[in-house]
């Protein structure tokens, strides 16, 4: 098996094309990227032509991590995207062109006693050693005329038969034909000493309970101080985010726009000025109930010339002075939104709107 891992960026939709000699691919974990943002973040999936699957979301503030179980050998690509302001990281592995356990269990071999035990810890021993490349049953093939009590096993090349030979001398000495082949023969002891031995058993056994609760204490006690190191780390990161949000600038203007920075990009990137053409993702709500109304998650970035009237009047001052990888949300009132009119069937009128918005490139 090789390890496959990818990470998906908003607005980067990433492509997985099978491959035969991978094999197919099998998806096990979904983590939510590090980031500030505190809205809800999903990863959804489009085969060929058929609609988007949401696969898994996240709510940053209670989980960060999916358990995932998918499995894809389609021909058709298979399209990974991010729904949402922040990135994700699936990891999982190619399971290869071995159909050996499928085959086993489409063929249901049916063979009972010491037959169908043989069989069992071959196929085990066989997928161990990773002798993946020539399926089980054409070993179990081998041995299908060779009687139960002759089946050679691979450690040693020993029958039954000949183990059952080599009890040791003082075992062989008692009574072994109602015994079952599988368990080991025990020494039966004389009545002389029979009350004796019990005693012992008793006393060995009040002594492995009181071992055994001392253990369960010891590993209580671990767990809850493994509990209290694990609250004081959540803390000690919980009040790390609030001292790194805290620098994040907001400004807010007369007319009732509110400008706030949610993360910053690096330091030399691109700015966008007016007359540049700015490529964003962005999610739009409503103020008054947090709807979504508009968003591009999951397509290709918005682009458009800043400053020149293209869109409305608080993109146009909000987004000035962002630099490339520079996330903000913007409040904006009616006046510099749709103003009294709205937007039939998405934004009622006099609407203030709320839009969250990640600058991609400039040019």
């Excluded at 070993?139 to 060779?146: G, H, M, P, R, T």
């Excluded at 109304?293 to 409305?312: C, M, Q, T, W």
């Amino acid at each position: 098996m090789a390890f496959w891992g990818v990470h998906l960026e908003p607005g980067k939709p990433y492509t997985h094309r099978f491959d035969k000699t991978r094999g197919r691919l099998r998806i096990s974990q979904a983590t939510l990227g590090i980031g500030c943002s505190t809205e809800i973040a999903g990863v959804q999936c489009n085969v060929g032509d058929k609609s988007p699957v949401l696969l898994c979301a996240f709510l940053p503030t209670k989980n960060l991590s999916c358990p995932l179980d998918l499995m894809f050998e389609e021909e058709d690509d298979v399209v990974f995207s991010v729904r949402g302001p922040r990135s994700v990281y699936l990891t999982g592995f190619y399971i290869g062109n071995g159909r050996c356990e499928d085959v086993i269990e489409n063929k249901k071999v049916e063979v009972g006693g010491d037959r169908g035990t043989s069989i069992k810890r071959k196929f085990d021993a066989v997928i161990q050693a990773g002798e993946g490349k020539s399926c089980v049953l054409s070993e179990l093939s081998k041995d299908s005329s060779v009687p139960s009590t002759k089946i050679k096993h691979e450690n040693g090349g020993k029958s039954k038969s000949k183990k059952a030979n080599e009890v040791k001398p003082e075992v062989a000495k008692t009574d072994t034909m109602d015994q079952e082949p599988d368990k080991p023969e025990e020494k039966q002891p004389s009545n002389k000493n029979f009350v004796a031995a019990d005693d012992v058993a008793n006393e060995d056994h009040s002594e492995v309970k009181k071992k055994r609760k001392k253990r369960e204490a010891r590993e209580i006690d671990k767990n809850a101080n493994r509990e209290d190191e694990e609250k004081k780390v959540s803390t000690v990161e919980t009040e790390d985010n609030k001292a790194e949000v805290n620098p994040l600038q907001v400004r807010t203007f007369s007319n009732g726009l509110v400008i706030e920075d949610i993360e910053y990009g690096k330091p030399d990137a691109e700015i966008a000025s007016p007359g540049s053409k700015v490529s964003v993702n962005y999610i739009g709500k409503l103020k008054i109930n947090g709807r979504i109304f508009d968003s591009n998650v999951g397509e290709a970035p918005y682009k458009f010339r800043l400053g020149v009237g293209d869109v409305i009047k608080g993109w146009d001052v909000g987004i000035n002075g962002m630099r490339i990888g520079d996330k903000r949300r913007l409040t904006i009132p009616p006046s510099m939104g749709y103003g009294s009119k709205g937007v039939d069937g998405k934004v009622p009128q006099s609407a203030w709107l709320v839009f969250e918005i990640d600058l991609v490139d400039v040019r």
